[in-house]
């Protein structure tokens, strides 16, 4: 029932974005702001929900995150100081994929940021996982830490064999990655390399379990559990982050309503339920328009809390649903009923401008 939603959802929103694909710029018409980000047809819902979570509490750490470099491209730097060289036939295939439909291409950068650290961080997992001799580990890492030529063969093989479940084909990975390395300037000693190395049990079930776990940043749609994968997207961007259950109503408003107070993100996602089954759990705290806004294995942003008045007020990062922005306004009793748990940014150490 997701998947079909989004498919209606989509046809509508590639046009209502279609200033967004490129002619607005890096920051669109309304710059680094919640309502500019917009999830497109892949299962990324804990990546825009954090995303819009940091725009509509700290923005100037996403602008800071974005760097021009002397030849007029672009990186993104990370709270930890990393940095990615951003490709931008990558980005416009995010966007032409409907990947990603927000306002201005600020948000698909950071996305491929994200997927390009993700991936050079499971490739060198998976070699110091692999049978290769000691040396030979210590040089293949040191090629993708320092170079984005393996790196993006990788990504772009990846990118090419996955499947909507996040599964991935050895013999097909590997004749895919030959033909993405045919064209790079490496050694033949690299190549061939890169391209063994997928022999390597060890090395291939570890990237593929890997490549499973993120597997919406290349292409797959998934219904997975967003805590500890919304955790990361925050740890990365804003220095750390804290996931907390949802099970005392007044413990839970208190804990949101103090985050945001400190500018700190605030993402919450709902379980699998569907939710007929989550009704029943929650008794008469939801309301009949329940299905207006409720989906299950789902991310949201978090924008404000009002213990006062008892109410929370979120975003779905699809931008719609409910239509026109995706944002609506839960009592306490019904965010508690519907919603599993929550994660906030925390205070990490920061790079500043250059």
């Given at each position: 029932m997701r998947r079909s939603l989004r498919l209606v959802t989509l046809l509508l929103?590639?046009?209502?974005?279609?200033?967004?694909?490129?002619?607005?710029?890096?920051?669109?018409?309304?710059?680094?702001?919640?309502?500019?980000?917009?999830?497109?047809?892949?299962?990324?819902?804990?990546?825009?929900?954090?995303?819009?979570?940091?725009?509509?509490?700290?923005p100037d750490s996403l602008r800071q995150a974005i760097l021009s470099d002397e030849n007029g491209g672009l990186r993104v730097r990370f709270a930890d100081g990393k940095i990615e060289q951003i490709h931008d036939e990558d980005v416009q295939f995010a966007r032409k994929s409907d990947f990603d439909l927000s306002e201005g291409l600020w948000v698909a950068v950071l996305f491929r940021?994200?997927?390009?650290?993700?991936?050079?961080?499971?490739?060198?997992?998976?070699?110091?996982?692999?049978?290769?001799?000691?040396?030979?580990k210590s040089l293949t890492s040191g090629v993708i830490a320092d170079s984005d030529?393996?790196?993006?063969?990788?990504?772009?093989?990846?990118?090419?064999?996955?499947?909507?479940?996040?599964?991935?084909?050895?013999?097909?990975?590997?004749?895919?990655?030959?033909?993405?390395?045919?064209?790079?300037p490496?050694?033949?000693?690299?190549?061939?390399?890169?391209?063994?190395?997928?022999?390597?049990?060890?090395?291939?079930?570890?990237?593929?379990?890997?490549?499973?776990?993120?597997?919406?940043?290349?292409?797959?749609?998934?219904?997975?559990?967003?805590?500890?994968?919304?955790?990361?997207?925050?740890?990365?961007?804003?220095?750390?982050?804290?996931?907390?259950?949802?099970?005392?109503?007044?413990?839970?408003?208190?804990?949101?309503?103090?985050?945001?107070?400190?500018?700190?993100?605030?993402?919450?996602?709902?379980?699998?339920?569907?939710?007929?089954?989550?009704?029943?759990?929650?008794?008469?705290f939801l309301d009949d328009d329940a299905e207006d806004w409720y989906l299950r294995a789902h991310a949201y942003t978090v924008l404000a809390v009002n213990t006062t008045s008892g109410t929370v007020t979120i975003r779905n990062p699809w931008g719609s649903h409910p239509d026109p922005q995706g944002e609506f306004t839960l009592s306490l009793d019904e965010f508690v009923s519907a919603y599993t748990g929550f994660t906030t940014s925390v205070p990490g150490q920061h790079h500043g401008g250059e």
């Open positions: 929103l590639s046009l209502a974005s279609g200033l967004a694909h490129g002619d607005t710029g890096l920051y669109g018409i309304r710059g680094v702001s919640p309502q500019a980000v917009r999830q497109g047809s892949i299962g990324s819902c804990y990546f825009y929900a954090s995303i819009a979570a940091l725009a509509a509490t700290q940021g994200y997927a390009q650290r993700t991936l050079r961080e499971a490739l060198i997992h998976s070699v110091n996982a692999s049978s290769l001799l000691f040396p030979l030529l393996l790196l993006l063969a990788y990504d772009r093989a990846i990118r090419s064999q996955i499947d909507q479940s996040g599964n991935i084909c050895r013999d097909g990975l590997k004749a895919q990655l030959s033909a993405e390395l045919a064209s790079v490496l050694l033949g000693l690299w190549k061939d390399r890169a391209v063994s190395m997928l022999d390597s049990s060890d090395f291939f079930e570890s990237l593929a379990a890997q490549i499973e776990a993120n597997g919406e940043l290349f292409g797959a749609y998934r219904a997975v559990g967003q805590g500890g994968l919304s955790e990361q997207v925050l740890s990365a961007f804003a220095g750390g982050a804290r996931t907390y259950e949802i099970k005392n109503r007044d413990k839970t408003a208190a804990a949101i309503s103090l985050a945001l107070q400190k500018h700190q993100a605030v993402v919450a996602w709902t379980d699998d339920s569907p939710l007929d089954k989550l009704t029943t759990k929650a008794h008469s």
